[in-house]
């Protein structure tokens, strides 16, 4: 069945990388996506990458695609404490239903 | 318990015309939200209510778009003089408050405008 894995917390210091890190289950997926929720919002979409391509880049977010290992990850560079935040990774193979795991709480240290 | 639930389920309409489209949230939920889902495309989030009020409007993409919420329950989408760029699937989710809590999704509206 369909299934999108991903660790519940992550504490990083204000100024290192941030890696999050998910896992899905269906190799037919299209898009996978990276979604922010901050306190008082609504899922916000990141960034999405095409399951042809291996990683995509925007500014301080780098995603990594592993076709085969089905893993794909966030790293967000020189983290600020406006990242904290949840961090929703999906996937849907094109069509209007996506998948989502239950999130990443991103928590900064000073 | 019931869960969100949407109405229209879909709803084809002519360029022009307007569309009103139904959110009833899970009873006792304080925020509800509405996102945008267009073929191929992850989710856009539009706007979200906390009790009938909306913080932030920014997220609807024009000014064609309005929604409320009355009484705190139930909210209504209403797209005007729509175009065929609003053809999509809208969704509302609710969740207990607004914060880090898990959202509820309805099953979404599917609109097509031809």
């Not at chain 1, 991903?6 to 504490?11: G, I, K, T, W, Y």
């Not at chain 1, 290192?16 to 901050?38: A, G, H, P, R």
Request: aromatic share 10%; charged share 20%.
């Amino acid at each position: 069945g369909e299934d999108v894995e991903q660790s519940l917390f992550l504490s990083v210091r204000e100024g290192d990388s941030s890696v999050i890190n998910c896992t899905y289950t269906d190799s037919s997926s299209t898009y996978l996506y990276w979604y922010k929720q901050e306190p008082g919002a609504g899922l916000q979409l990141l960034t999405y990458i095409f399951s042809n391509m291996d990683m995509k880049q925007d500014q301080r977010l780098t995603v990594l695609l592993n076709k085969k290992d089905k893993h794909l990850s966030l790293r967000i560079a020189d983290t600020q404490t406006g990242d904290s935040a949840i961090y929703f990774c999906a996937e849907s193979m094109g069509d209007d239903k996506i998948i989502f795991g239950k999130g990443t709480r991103l928590h900064i240290l000073p | 318990g019931a869960g969100v639930s949407q109405s229209p389920s879909n709803k084809v309409t002519e360029k022009g015309k307007d569309v009103e489209l139904r959110c009833d949230p899970i009873s006792g939920h304080t925020a509800l939200y509405w996102y945008r889902q267009s073929l191929g495309q992850g989710l856009e989030f539009l706007i979200y209510f906390q009790g009938n009020s909306a913080p932030d409007k920014s997220g609807l993409p024009s000014d064609r778009f309005s929604a409320e919420r009355t009484g705190g329950s139930v909210s209504t989408l209403t797209i005007q003089r729509t175009q065929q760029e609003d053809s999509a699937v809208y969704l509302c989710a609710s969740s207990p408050w607004t914060g880090e809590e898990t959202q509820y999704f309805g099953p979404g509206t599917r609109l097509l405008v031809l």
